[in-house]
């Protein structure tokens, strides 16, 4: 019966306020980097959206270990992903500036893809060697302005809610420019909306971020493999160990 109710609340009352907020919020981030304040609008746009997406939702958010966190600092974020209520999580909930790296296809979103364009969020172009080359110069340029990053290393969501393999990418990128790497365990996104469902009703469950003390980049291996061990020992223990993911 409540899944019932839940499932009314998401078509009669969740969805129009999603629908809405995120017309907005890519009206808003388009038009304001427009004015050349991308700086604001590339970023607070899609944090009020986010948090919006959650609330109405009515999905509980538990934030962990924004004391590790320097003010003036700037990051490469890397942490699971469980599913796309990872997204509403860290824009909304990660207390920092930062610019996404994201999937190449995600540009073709209507409206959506549009603002993260104008926003300056990086696009991940694997086409080919010089792509590949131009997206981490891209990346690099980024940073040096003081603004983080944001990065999913294993580069798809899982199918399980277990940790995938982790790409290099995010860690040399962080080692070149001589970044601290923070990784961010995400628990509970796979509850919500795990990939297998597709576009579908969401499952109540709460949401949780855990951010972990900063890491050195100086060692690329020696920061990717204590990444993953700090990202996996903060999981439920039913997540816990390495499972394949065939979409990597």
């Known amino acids: 019966m409540l899944t019932l109710l839940y499932r009314l609340y998401q078509v009669f009352v969740a969805a129009p306020i999603i629908i809405v907020v995120t017309l907005l919020a890519a009206l808003c981030t388009t038009v304001g980097c427009m004015m050349g304040k991308g700086h604001f609008w590339g970023y607070w746009p899609g944090r009020i959206w986010s948090i919006v997406i959650c609330r109405a939702l009515l999905l509980p958010v538990t934030i962990e270990g ?25 824009y909304g909930f990660l207390p920092r500036h930062f610019k996404w790296m994201m999937k ?29 080359e131009r997206t981490i110069e891209t990346a690099r340029a980024t940073l040096q302005e003081g603004t983080s990053l944001t990065v999913f290393p294993e580069g798809a969501r899982t199918f399980t809610g ?4 982790f790409r290099r990418g995010a860690f040399t990128l962080a080692h070149d420019i001589g970044l601290p790497i923070v990784p961010m365990t995400i628990d509970g996104s796979f509850d919500v909306l795990p990939r297998m469902r597709g576009f579908n009703f969401v499952k109540w469950h709460p949401l949780r971020l855990v951010i972990h003390p900063p890491i050195d980049s100086e060692n690329i291996q020696t920061a990717m493999t ?3 061990s700090t990202i996996m020992a903060s999981l439920p223990e039913r997540h816990q160990g390495f499972v394949p993911n065939p979409d990597q």
């Open 66 to 90: 924004c004391e590790h966190l320097q003010p003036s600092q700037s990051y490469v974020f890397v942490a699971n992903h469980q599913g796309a209520f990872d997204i509403f999580l860290i």
């Open 104 to 132: 190449r296809g995600l540009r073709t979103i209507p409206l959506v893809g549009y603002a993260c364009k104008k926003a300056g969020h990086i696009f991940v172009d694997k086409r080919g060697a010089k792509a590949i």
């Open 162 to 165: 277990h940790l995938g393999v």
């Open 226 to 228: 204590t990444a993953y």
